[in-house]
T-cell receptor, first 114, second 108 residues
Framework: ETGVTQTPRHLVMGMTNKKSLKCEQH?????MYWYKQSAKKPLELMFV???????ENNSVPSRFSPECPNSSHLFLHLHTLQPEDSALYLC?????????????FGPGTRLTVT | LAKTTQPISMDSYEGQEVNITCSHN???????ITWYQQFPSQGPRFIIQ???TKVTNEVASLFIPADRKSSTLSLPRVSLSDTAVYYC?????????FGTGTSLTVIP
């Protein structure tokens, strides 16, 4: 399924590096999300963008910085990360339509911070 | 936000029907109930949604009693490929919060 794509699929970075994760949705949706999933833990909602405006920010450390330049693209800029930030980062999109609550997820980026 | 409680894990033999129940005692009036499936190292995949009574699609059925304080996902005749984690999420607006889910293992 290619509705939501994420790049890169795997990323290893040092604690002093700066990197960005990219998400693109080809479904014409108007909302996009970033989630973090650590080993054996539930998905944690990080950021929500609706109509390109951030509507949710769940007390995420400032070393994570989202950007949504248009309704099809979402970025997560990373800097000075910690080893505990190693996780699977998932992007999702949805369309706000009354009675429809389906999110489409990308394959994720497996991030390792060394 | 409605807190959900699901069994941590379940085992089932191939070909059996599996029912996974989720309790959501403080569900809001406007919340729909959605269920997702997740395989290891992949993003979750939407299975089904409902508001009340029964909903059925090609994959599963969802039973929601009148008080809406719980819901049951029913998977007919499971196969090995149904081994995954299943999440229930009461949902309003843009609030998607996944709990710990139920890890289903299908045994040959």
């Amino acid at each position: 399924e290619t509705g939501v794509t994420q790049t890169p699929r795997h990323l290893v970075m040092g604690m002093t590096n700066k990197k960005s994760l990219k998400c693109e949705q080809h479904l014409g949706h108007n909302a996009m999300y970033w989630y973090k999933q650590s080993a054996k833990k539930p998905l944690e909602l990080m950021f929500v963008y609706s109509l390109e405006e951030r509507v949710e920010n769940n007390s995420v450390p400032s070393r994570f910085s989202p950007e949504c330049p248009n309704s099809s693209h979402l970025f997560l800029h990373l800097h000075t990360l910690q080893p505990e930030d190693s996780a699977l980062y998932l992007c999702a999109s949805s369309q706000f339509v009354a009675g429809t609550y389906e999110q489409y997820f990308g394959p994720g980026t497996r991030l390792t911070v060394t | 936000l409605a807190k959900t409680t699901q069994p941590i894990s379940m085992d089932s033999y191939e070909g059996q029907e599996v029912n996974i129940t989720c309790s959501h005692n403080n569900i809001a009036t406007n919340d729909y109930i959605t269920w997702y499936q997740q395989f290891p190292s992949q993003g979750p995949r939407f299975i089904i949604q409902g508001y009340k009574t029964k909903v059925t699609n090609e994959v599963a059925s969802l039973f929601i009693p009148a008080d809406r304080k719980s819901s049951t996902l029913s998977l007919p005749r499971v196969s090995l490929s149904d081994t995954a984690v299943y999440y229930c999420l009461p949902y309003t607006g843009n609030q998607f919060y996944f709990g710990t889910g139920t890890s289903l293992t299908v045994i040959p």
